[in-house]
């Protein structure tokens, strides 16, 4: 369960921007959450509401999550594709069950390019976990 260290994470974070721009309160946290992270948009945004709630500064703050899909590119060919992750693969759905950040980037290693065959593929997107945005009240 990566949330809750994750979310405390992003809460210093936030809190050293908030310092930093000598505002009064956060009104608006924005995230994006890469399908491939392993992270549960649903149990981020409950750990950061759980830590918010008992930080006055934080209280009021509306967490916003996007997801962001997969893209994978080919260095052969060029081709880039977004991975159909809803007919997963035993081997995908095992991993997934186990939560292992780690065997998902090993999967992802053997990855074949839908176009050429080749297994020389790149991860475009899907991996990002950043703070988009952040709205203060001075």
């Given at each position: 369960m990566h949330e809750i260290s994750l979310a405390f994470a992003i809460f210093e974070t936030a809190k050293g921007i908030l310092k930093e721009k000598e505002g009064k309160e956060v009104i608006e946290l924005e995230i994006e959450l890469g399908g491939l992270t392993m992270i549960s948009p649903l149990q981020l945004k409950f750990a950061l509401e759980t830590i918010f709630e008992d930080e006055s500064p934080f209280k009021?703050?509306?967490?916003?999550?996007?997801?962001?899909?997969?893209?994978?590119?080919?260095?052969?060919?060029?081709?880039?594709?977004?991975?159909?992750?809803?007919?997963?693969?035993?081997?995908?759905?095992?991993?997934?069950?186990?939560?292992?950040?780690?065997?998902?980037?090993?999967?992802?290693?053997?990855m074949i390019c839908p176009n050429c065959g080749s297994n020389e593929v790149d991860v475009i997107s899907g991996k990002e976990c950043v703070i988009k945005g952040i709205k203060i009240m001075k």
């Open positions: 009021n703050c509306k967490i916003k999550i996007d997801a962001i899909e997969p893209i994978f590119e080919c260095k052969k060919c060029k081709h880039s594709w977004r991975p159909n992750l809803s007919s997963r693969s035993p081997m995908i759905s095992h991993l997934e069950n186990l939560s292992c950040v780690h065997c998902m980037d090993t999967y992802f290693a053997f």
